[in-house]
């Protein structure tokens, strides 16, 4: 194993949307150093590595800002910071324009105006998004990218970041990196929850399967304040093949029936939550199986489904394809997913102020890794990164000259040479991850308990996921690949058990389905319309609860 040492003026940890967005602001406005490290290759990495057909959050004529604000306000009911989704709303715009500029192919009307998706959205071309944006990235000076660089841990002192440390998957390296700031943009957490689809085809998910939730493991350990957790994200999917159903739902206007053929979406309410809770709940008292109702559609339609999805989704097309039948012939049937913890959909990540600046001096957070901020997807993801980017640039104009403690680089190279060197495990990694996959299906609401847990579940949930995080220490890899994996398990062990402990924290359920806790059914204001934040402090999970920044007022931290 080969020990490289790197300095850096600014370190982004993820090349995915976010990270790439980053990287861009930073070059076009300063001459500082950028390094970025993408454990893929950012050509065909993150949530855009597949494509999308459309752009979920923009403002269309007639809208402005605070609509965007409103709206992800309602679906969250009422859990966002109102100051982060403004400042994110505000850019949407600007960087879908700059995105066309690099290459993205917009639908227009013929008069030469973008064609929306409702009243949010814009219709695109986007199965070459992901390379569109690592090719303006690869392009630029004074940016260098190391692609399979897998970052295993941040160097925090005095609550001041100075860096992290990263392995090499393919040249078998350990990277000591200094970084005078550090932008994390790995996005949110998959895996955590045992799947649709068990054994070969567990990675046919909703979420990137790669995504394990590295920044926000690392923030945890390094005692980052962070926010809403228990605010899990179900995706309500098409079965078997877990595609989108917003494309039906808005494309074609396809409403949610049961297997009667009644529309049941109007008796549940139609905000994220309320989709999936109402489909499970329909499946519960026997009306089920669920469908979004797209029989009779026209055949112009059948066609714009079926290339829609080959933007982003080809196994639907496929499935319509080998079946014989198109969707106008017979209606698609839709599941919820396991749950996961992403900040682009819900409010899950680090609590930061309006700068995108975490609590440890130095971390700006972006793209769904960064917390209260929902409904963000793919725009606000890249807004965020330019927040991010002009802070970080800001921020090291006074901070810099940092450097790593040699005894924080020993340990942790001492900690990568165990895993390689020492053999004394009796189980594997891929073993250990199952069973806390199973854990946390059975005991913290996964898809075997329709999404319900209680206060003595989530007690079991928690000493389980203990006792393997515990077995983890002694796991064994053969090369860098397994290495890797120990890691991306370990991340995922210490997500889970913050997860627990927000789920514990909210005495209430205000998100049936993606929070609902059997012990507290109803929805309580009067103690609850705040926010659940955490730090980890002395080996231990405290739980803080704030409240609510009144009518929209920024939150910083010296608040």
Same mark, same amino acid.
């Given at each position: 194993?080969?020990?490289?040492?790197?300095?850096? =003026?600014?370190?982004?940890?993820?090349?995915?949307?976010?990270?790439?967005?980053?990287?861009?602001?930073?070059?076009?406005?300063?001459?500082?150093?950028?390094?970025?490290?993408?454990?893929?290759?950012?050509?065909?990495?993150?949530?855009?590595?597949?494509?999308?057909?459309?752009?979920?959050?923009?403002?269309?004529?007639?809208?402005?800002? +605070?609509?965007?604000?409103?709206?992800?306000?309602?679906?969250?009911?009422?859990?966002?910071?109102?100051?982060?989704?403004?400042?994110?709303?505000?850019?949407?715009?600007?960087?879908?324009?700059?995105?066309?500029?690099?290459?993205?192919?917009? &639908?227009?009307?013929?008069?030469?105006?973008?064609?929306?998706?409702?009243?949010?959205?814009?219709?695109?071309?986007?199965?070459?998004?992901?390379?569109?944006?690592?090719?303006?990235?690869?392009?630029?000076?004074?940016?260098?990218?190391?692609?399979?660089?897998?970052?295993?841990?941040?160097?925090?002192?005095?609550?001041?970041?100075?860096?992290?440390?990263?392995?090499?998957?393919?040249?078998?390296?350990?990277?000591?990196?200094?970084?005078?700031?550090?932008?994390?943009?790995? /996005?949110?957490?998959?895996?955590?929850?045992?799947?649709?689809?068990?054994?070969?085809?567990?990675?046919?998910?909703?979420?990137?399967?790669?995504?394990?939730?590295?920044?926000?493991?690392? /923030?945890?350990? @390094?005692?980052?304040?962070?926010?809403?957790?228990?605010?899990?994200?179900? @995706?309500?999917?098409?079965?078997?093949?877990?595609?989108?159903?917003?494309?039906?739902?808005?494309?074609?206007?396809?409403?949610?029936?049961?297997?009667?053929?009644?529309?049941?979406?109007?008796?549940?309410?139609?905000?994220?939550?309320? *989709?999936?809770?109402?489909?499970?709940?329909?499946?519960?008292?026997?009306?089920?199986?669920?469908?979004?109702?797209?029989?009779?559609?026209?055949?112009?339609?059948?066609?714009?489904?079926?290339?829609?999805?080959?933007?982003?989704?080809?196994?639907?097309?496929?499935?319509?394809?080998?079946?014989?039948?198109?969707?106008? $012939?017979?209606?698609?049937?839709?599941? /919820?997913?396991?749950?996961?913890?992403?900040?682009?959909?819900?409010?899950?990540?680090?609590?930061? =102020?309006?700068?995108?600046?975490?609590?440890?001096?130095?971390?700006?957070?972006?793209?769904?890794?960064?917390?209260?901020?929902? +409904?963000?997807?793919?725009?606000?993801?890249?807004?965020?990164?330019?927040?991010?980017?002009?802070?970080?640039?800001?921020?090291?104009?006074?901070?810099?000259?940092?450097?790593?403690?040699?005894?924080?680089?020993?340990?942790?190279?001492?900690?990568?040479?165990?895993?390689?060197?020492?053999?004394?495990?009796?189980?594997?990694?891929?073993?250990?991850?199952?069973?806390? $996959?199973?854990?946390?299906?059975?005991?913290?609401?996964?898809?075997?308990?329709?999404? *319900?847990?209680?206060?003595?579940?989530?007690?079991?949930? =928690?000493?389980?996921?203990?006792?393997?995080?515990?077995?983890?220490?002694?796991?064994?890899?053969?090369?860098? $690949?397994?290495?890797?994996?120990?890691?991306?398990?370990?991340?995922?062990?210490?997500?889970?058990?913050?997860?627990?402990?927000?789920?514990?924290?909210?005495?209430?359920?205000?998100? +049936?389905?993606?929070?609902?806790?059997?012990?507290?059914?109803?929805?309580? =204001?009067?103690?609850?319309?705040?926010?659940?934040?955490? *730090?980890?402090?002395?080996?231990?999970?405290?739980?803080?609860?704030?409240? &609510?920044?009144?009518?929209?007022?920024?939150?910083?931290?010296?608040?």
């Amino acid at each position: 194993m080969k020990v490289e040492k790197l300095k850096t =003026d600014i370190l982004i940890i993820g090349g995915g949307t976010a990270g790439c967005y980053a990287a861009l602001t930073i070059s076009e406005n300063s001459d500082a150093k950028v390094l970025i490290c993408e454990k893929a290759h950012i050509k065909r990495s993150g949530c855009l590595a597949a494509g999308v057909n459309a752009l979920n959050a923009y403002i269309v004529d007639g809208k402005t800002p +605070q609509d965007y604000v409103d709206y992800a306000k309602k679906d969250a009911d009422g859990i966002v910071r109102e100051d982060l989704l403004l400042t994110m709303s505000q850019r949407l715009n600007a960087v879908t324009e700059r995105l066309e500029k690099l290459g993205l192919v917009i &639908l227009k009307d013929k008069n030469g105006k973008y064609v929306t998706r409702g009243n949010r959205n814009l219709k695109i071309n986007g199965e070459n998004i992901k390379p569109i944006l690592a090719a303006a990235v690869e392009k630029l000076p004074n940016t260098k990218i190391l692609n399979h660089v897998n970052i295993i841990d941040f160097s925090v002192k005095d609550n001041r970041i100075n860096g992290a440390f990263g392995i090499g998957i393919e040249s078998e390296t350990f990277y000591i990196i200094e970084a005078n700031a550090v932008i994390v943009a790995t /996005g949110g957490a998959a895996g955590l929850y045992k799947p649709n689809n068990p054994g070969f085809s567990r990675h046919k998910m909703w979420y990137p399967p790669f995504n394990t939730g590295a920044g926000y493991a690392m /923030g945890i350990k @390094a005692g980052a304040e962070m926010t809403t957790f228990e605010m899990r994200f179900i @995706a309500l999917r098409c079965k078997d093949t877990i595609a989108p159903t917003g494309t039906l739902a808005q494309g074609v206007g396809a409403k949610q029936i049961n297997s009667l053929g009644e529309v049941y979406e109007s008796k549940y309410g139609i905000t994220t939550s309320q *989709r999936v809770y109402g489909t499970v709940n329909e499946n519960l008292e026997g009306r089920g199986p669920c469908y979004l109702k797209t029989e009779g559609i026209t055949p112009e339609q059948d066609d714009a489904l079926k290339k829609a999805y080959l933007n982003m989704a080809p196994s639907q097309t496929l499935k319509w394809i080998e079946s014989g039948k198109n969707p106008s $012939q017979q209606n698609v049937e839709i599941e /919820g997913t396991e749950p996961y913890i992403v900040g682009g959909h819900t409010a899950s990540g680090y609590w930061v =102020d309006t700068k995108r600046a975490t609590t440890i001096k130095g971390l700006f957070a972006a793209g769904d890794v960064a917390g209260g901020c929902p +409904q963000k997807y793919v725009t606000g993801s890249l807004a965020e990164g330019e927040i991010a980017a002009y802070s970080a640039v800001d921020f090291i104009e006074e901070n810099n000259n940092v450097s790593v403690e040699e005894t924080d680089a020993d340990n942790h190279l001492k900690e990568v040479k165990a895993f390689l060197e020492e053999n004394d495990s009796y189980f594997s990694t891929e073993q250990l991850e199952e069973a806390m $996959q199973t854990v946390m299906d059975a005991y913290a609401g996964g898809i075997k308990t329709n999404y *319900r847990f209680n206060e003595k579940q989530l007690d079991i949930a =928690d000493e389980k996921i203990a006792d393997i995080q515990k077995l983890s220490d002694n796991l064994h890899a053969d090369d860098f $690949q397994e290495l890797m994996y120990i890691y991306e398990l370990r991340e995922r062990l210490v997500v889970c058990r913050s997860v627990i402990a927000h789920l514990k924290a909210r005495h209430e359920t205000r998100w +049936q389905s993606f929070a609902e806790n059997l012990d507290y059914p109803e929805k309580d =204001d009067k103690n609850f319309l705040k926010f659940v934040n955490s *730090r980890y402090e002395n080996g231990k999970i405290k739980i803080i609860l704030r409240d &609510l920044t009144e009518g929209g007022a920024a939150y910083e931290h010296s608040n």
